[in-house]
């Protein structure tokens, strides 16, 4: 039998940095040889059109979701090659929710879910870095929205993880050693 998949799940609004913080940890892993999958969670239903409900339960009996389909095919494969560690992303607005098509997907998968959050500016600010197209304004305020709703959420299923004056490498190590996968040796191997 293999060991439990651990999945560290990184969430928050979009734009806060969830992407770059997941390729520093995939990073950070690789140089520690620490065997781990990166996945972000916008590539699951990249689509157009979208599946119905009923196409996609021909596919697999009760999926909904295009995403927990497409995750649980990637993770049968990773899996088979022996991986236990899963990193991530995504935006998560309905955790509870999220939890459930991640866990269909991985059944017995055990989540540790990180907030990462920052002040309006610093939103803003890496924003104007990564938006340049035509929508841009409604992606700002979607963000925004994202992070008032998600900083006025008291922790206790996540934990939170400050991004202001933080470079990707320091977040990195930050939620590493948060989640005790910081050292080659650690109990979560």
Known sequence: MQDAVE?????????IGKST???????????????????????LDRVFPRPTAEELSVLRPGTTDVSALNLAAMWETYHALGHTR???????M???????????????????AIRLLGSESTLAKRLDQREIGSGRDEQVHRS????????????GTFIVVPTDDKSPTELAQIVLQKVGWSQPGSPNR
């Open 21 to 43: 913080v997941c390729w520093e940890i995939g990073a950070q892993l690789a140089a520690a040889n620490m065997p781990h999958v990166v996945i972000e969670t916008d590539e």
């Open 86 to 92: 899963l990193v991530m992303s995504g935006v998560m």
């Open 94 to 112: 309905h955790l509870q929710f999220d939890r459930q098509w991640i866990l269909s997907a991985i059944p017995g998968g055990r989540i540790t």
């Open 7 to 15: 999945i560290l799940l990184i969430t928050g609004p979009a734009g």
């Open 144 to 155: 925004l929205r994202q992070l008032k709703r998600m900083s006025g959420e008291p922790p």
